[in-house]
Structures are given as C-alpha cells and as structure tokens.
C-alpha cells in the first residue's frame, strides 16, 4: 500500500475519514502488510474481531395491546372531558335558569310568583287604557243608531206625506 | 408503531447496542441487562420513534444513558466491579494475555470511558464524527481530539510492549 504511512499518520492524529480508515483496515487484514507495519496490525484486527463478536438475542416484542402511557392518555383525556362537562354545566346553569327571572326597572326579580303578578298588573293596565281608547268609538255608534231613527222618521214622514197627496 | 416493525429495527440495532454497552460497562451480563432496559424504553417510546431521523443515533444516545446510569449506581452501592478492578490486573494475569489482538483489546479497556466508546463508535462501529458528537452530547473536535489521543495511547502501549518483549529477548540471548 502506497500510502499506508500517510494515512496511519492521520488515522492517529483522528483525522481520517471512514472510507480511509476502511483502507486501512482491509490493508491489515491481508496477507500483504510490510514489515514495518506489521506492529499495526492486531490493531486493527481487534476491531474487525470485535465486530463479528457474537451477541444476545433479545426477546421480540408481542404485546400488541396498547401500553401502560397510552391507558394513561386515555384516562386523562376522559378525566378532562369529564372536567369540560362540569365546567360546561357550572357555566350555563344561570343561563339556563334565566328564563325564571324578570328585570323590573332595572331591578332582577327572581320569585316567579311576584314575577307573573306583576306581569298581570301590567297586563290589566294595558287593556283599561285600550278600553278607555275604545270609549269615544263606542259613543260613535250610539250617535250612528240615533241618526238612523232620525232618518226612518223622515222616511215616514215621507210616506205619509205620498199617502195623503194621493188620497186628495 | 407496531410491534412487528419495532422488533424489526431493534434487532438490526442489537449487535451495535450490545457491543457499545459492554464496552461502556466491560460486562456482559451487565450489557445484557441493559440492552433489555432500552428495549423496553425505546418500545415505550415507539410513538416518537417515527419522527426520529437518525434512529441508530438516538438508540445509541439512549444506551449510553442507560450505561452511565448503572455506572452511578455501581458507585452508590461500591461493589467491587470489573470496571474497578480492571486496571489492577496482576503481571501474572496480564502475562496470560498472549495473544496480540487480545493485548489490543485489554489496552482499548483500559481506556477511561470517553475514549472507549468513542474509539469503538469509530473503529468498531465505523461511525461518522458527526453522529457519535450527537451520542456522546459534545462537540466532533472534542471527538476528533478524544480519539486521537485514544488511538495514540494504544499505539504508545504496544510500541512498549513489544520494546520491553525484544529486550526480554535480547537479554536471554546475551544470558545464553
């Protein structure tokens, strides 16, 4: 090998790559190596016998159940949920009970049996004034059936009137 | 993630875990255990898993975790651990150790663990610069500096070795 001092001068100086370093290593373990290299060459034996060291096997994994963190992950997402539900009601329950209260002059009535006697209240007053709009229309009418008569009278008045011309 | 394609990715990545572990722990019962924790860590985490761009990386990172965890666990309960008695071997056992590949793989262990893994990751694992900084959480000078100074260290190991054999030799033959 041409440059097998160049490059055992920089594979101990950590600079070579590995493409050079596999150079050496193929060098060491032929049957070619120089004498003066020679020294080297269990070095590099070593790591190439290491290499082929036998080694345990492990135990494949089969459980094909999910893991113990991901039970985890489901019971903190169901404790969540069950949190958001709680947080949901606590927060919608006023809402929800707003249909029971009534705001009167800016002030919240929440007794529903006060709330609907002042909504009767309201309700009464409410239609005596529609009433007491109504009073003058209704007199209307009484002066229509009083110019009525008036007018049947005139009507009569008339006929007479026809009858006794003819008779003369 | 499914099972099927978990398994499938883990087991390409066994070898590689396995040797970094036992580099990392210079045990093997103790890499074992350890492979099975990140196993197990990595199928708890297979939800995040496909949004992982460099799974070799991030599996790595979560061994090294793992490894330096039980490190500190060892040095809570101060057991007498090969880690910590590895670099008090006697001259008797270090004798034994004939075979030069061997020698090398003792050397490589006695490195601090920096240097172990980080050479391995290289040399072993043929790693980019790039991916073993993202596993080691440093920078890749401080990796290219770390290895160098590994590879030199062994380098400077062996070369002692092998003086102090050929003078061992020389002096027998002038005895003789």
């Known amino acids: 090998m041409e440059r097998a001092d160049e490059l055992l001068s920089k594979y101990f100086g950590g600079t070579s790559t590995l493409s050079e370093e596999k150079k050496l290593k193929a060098y ?5 190596v120089s004498e003066n290299h020679v020294i ?31 039970r985890n992950r489901i019971l903190i997402w169901i404790i969540s949920g069950i ?22 002059k800016g002030k919240r009535i929440d007794n529903p049996e006060l709330a ?35 007018e049947k009278i005139s009507q009569i008045r008339q006929n007479v009137h026809n009858k006794l011309s003819k008779i003369k | 993630m499914e099972a099927q394609k978990f398994n499938s990715i883990f ?44 799974m070799d990386g991030f599996a790595m990172r979560v061994m090294r975790n793992r490894c330096l965890d039980i490190i500190r666990q060892r040095r809570e ?24 590949t061997e020698r090398v793989k003792l050397l490589i262990d006695r490195l601090p663990e920096l240097q172990r893994s980080i050479i391995r990751m290289r040399d072993v694992e043929e790693m ?43 002096k027998e033959q002038m005895n003789y």
Not at chain 1, 49 to 55: F, G, P, R
């Open chain 1, 40 to 70: 080297y060459k269990p070095f590099f034996q070593q790591f190439t016998a290491e290499k082929e060291e036998i080694y345990p096997e492990v135990t494949p994994i089969l459980r094909t159940e999910k893991p113990k963190n991901n």
């Open chain 2, 11 to 54: 087991s390409a990545l066994t070898g590689k875990l396995y040797r970094f572990a036992k580099s990392m722990l210079r045990d093997s019962v103790e890499a074992e255990d350890a492979l099975q924790d990140v196993q197990l860590k990595l199928w708890e985490k297979r939800s995040e898993l496909d949004v992982v761009e460099n």
């Open chain 2, 128 to 170: 980019e610069t790039s991916e073993i900084a993202y596993i080691m959480d440093m920078s890749e000078n401080a990796v290219t500096v770390n290895l160098s100074r590994a590879r030199m260290k062994i380098k400077t190991q062996i070369l002692n070795e092998l003086q102090a054999e050929n003078n061992t030799i020389w």
């Open chain 1, 83 to 104: 949190a958001a539900c709680l947080l949901a009601i606590t927060t919608m329950r006023p809402l929800m009970q707003s249909e029971d209260y009534l705001i009167m």
């Open chain 2, 77 to 100: 309960t101060s057991e007498l651990h090969p880690e910590l008695i590895s670099d008090h071997k006697n001259p008797h056992e270090q004798a034994e150790v004939k075979n030069m």
């Open chain 1, 116 to 150: 609907q006697q002042i909504a009767i209240k309201k309700m009464e007053k409410s239609l005596s004034m529609v009433n007491r709009r109504l009073e003058p229309v209704e007199k209307l009418g009484e002066v229509e059936t009083q110019l009525e008569k008036i």
């Open chain 1, 28 to 32: 060491f373990n032929s049957e070619h």
